[in-house]
């Protein structure tokens, strides 16, 4: 009888979606960060990419790549909750209150 030890590959980080910030003077970024559309945005592709990382029980998650500034935006497991608690406050503002019900069952587990 034939038998193969497979060891289980671990799996990579999520790719952490890229972004360009693109800016002619520094009030051009303060204008974005008070944008509620592009926090919106963010706050929800976080969400997402925090989510994977606790699935794939990753110490790390990799949330943007501002790739024209060279920089990787991530977080470490012990701050997964404190981030999805303030994810959980722009889910209650546009009272999504199915995802707010996600949210809160996945910051119990943490």
């Given at each position: ?78 701050n997964y909750k ?12 546009i009272e999504d ?14």
């Open positions: 009888m034939y038998q193969q030890n497979v060891m289980s590959k671990p799996e990579s980080p999520q790719k952490p979606l890229a972004l360009e910030i693109l800016f002619q003077q520094i009030e051009d970024l303060q204008d974005l960060v008070n944008n509620k559309e592009y926090a919106s945005f963010i706050l929800k592709e976080s969400y997402k990419t925090i989510t994977n990382a606790i699935k794939k029980k990753q110490p790390t998650a990799q949330l943007f790549n501002i790739s024209n500034l060279g920089f990787i935006i991530s977080i470490q497991k012990e404190p981030c999805l608690q303030n994810i959980l406050k722009c889910y209650e503002e209150y199915k995802t707010c019900s996600q949210i809160n069952k996945l910051i119990s587990k943490l």
